[in-house]
């Protein structure tokens, strides 16, 4: 096994699903005991969550804080706020008014699964799109890409995957000309493009190098 890219696409596979809790906890890459995420400048949907939970941790304190003095919920609050309903505070048990204090993490976690498909597709459109208007706008007869082999995952189809350094897209490439070893650069070239059935052909460049 290469290293740099060939190693760090076949580690990724042995990677733990993220895990969003109150509890902090450690980060193995960063080789931390304690790893807590609060922000990012990508403002990616986990960055989202972050932000919603303080806000609403913040709007739940004040709306506490109003319970405990008698004063009037402002009728602009909705549900969405406050991720509460708003017609289980209005009991005047003081545990039941404490409570809209905790946050469930693990609550809309359905959503984000949901999300993510989206998420990839919309990215994959993007770049495709990006790539058929290279090839729309070039004069050259053939739109290239130098990549690198980042290991085999289909050896019967000699199907590998393949990281375009220029897209920041990793993709699959069918090898006509046999074997690939682990971190071997390549050029190819764009072979067919169509975005919305998110379809890139790629086969191998005239030129290499």
Request: glycine share 6%; proline share 3%; net charge positive.
């Amino acid at each position: 096994m290469k290293l740099g890219y060939p190693q760090a696409w076949y580690a990724r596979r042995f990677f733990n699903k993220a895990i969003v809790s109150e509890e902090y906890g450690g980060h193995f890459g960063l080789g931390l005991d304690c790893y807590v995420q609060w922000s990012s400048p990508i403002r990616r949907l986990t960055d989202l969550q972050v932000h919603s939970a303080v806000k609403r941790y913040l709007r739940r304190k004040k709306v506490n804080q109003m319970l405990r003095e008698g004063a009037v919920i402002p009728t602009q609050l909705s549900d969405n706020d406050l991720g509460y309903k708003i017609e289980n505070i209005s009991n005047s048990d003081e545990n039941r008014r404490n409570h809209i204090d905790l946050i469930d993490y693990r609550a809309g976690l359905g959503k984000i699964f949901s999300a993510r498909p989206i998420q990839f597709s919309s990215s994959r459109y993007w770049r495709y799109e990006h790539v058929r208007r290279l090839v729309e706008e070039s004069d050259d007869d053939e739109v290239a890409f130098e990549c690198v082999v980042l290991g085999c995952i289909n050896t019967d189809r000699l199907q590998y995957a393949v990281y375009l350094y220029e897209l920041g897209l990793e993709h699959r490439y069918v090898s006509p000309s046999g074997k690939l070893e682990d971190g071997q650069r390549l050029r190819v070239k764009v072979e067919s493009v169509n975005p919305r059935i998110e379809l890139l052909k790629l086969s191998l460049a005239t030129r290499q190098h």
